[in-house]
């Protein structure tokens, strides 16, 4: 279980200082805003990452893995991590997360299905 902490649109593909700028921004926005996250289910498969929302089961986001440029962890929230989504248009996104627990299994298991994905693709 994890809550988007929000959206934001980033210069680059890639690049950890501006993504700790990036997920800082989008705390303070949500914490002046005083709204609550929405409680969400992130599922992860050969395909990409799957964001659902946990209450309607809706797909609130799918992205593919080759679209998925990087992933980072917050340096100062061990719950919270990111990463840059490029839809193919020169534009990039960044996608603030918040989990349940602490994060870094998940971005474990990101870093290890970009590794399996590289390799079916250097089979073919």
Do not use: W
Request: proline residues 2%; positive net charge; contains cysteine.
């Amino acid at each position: 279980q994890a809550k988007i902490i929000g959206v934001d649109n980033v210069p680059e593909p890639r690049g950890d200082k501006m993504c700790q700028e990036s997920i800082q921004k989008l705390k303070s926005c949500v914490k002046q805003s005083g709204e609550h996250k929405q409680r969400t289910i992130i599922n992860v498969s050969l395909e990409g990452l799957k964001i659902v929302d946990e209450k309607t089961g809706a797909i609130l986001h799918q992205h593919a893995v080759n679209k998925i440029s990087f992933i980072a962890r917050d340096a100062s929230d061990s719950r919270a991590f990111g990463y840059i989504y490029g839809p193919g248009d020169g534009s990039h996104h960044f996608f603030g997360i918040k989990t349940e627990k602490a994060a870094e299994s998940l971005v474990l298991t990101l870093r290890d299905l970009f590794q399996v994905v590289f390799e079916i693709k250097k089979k073919e």
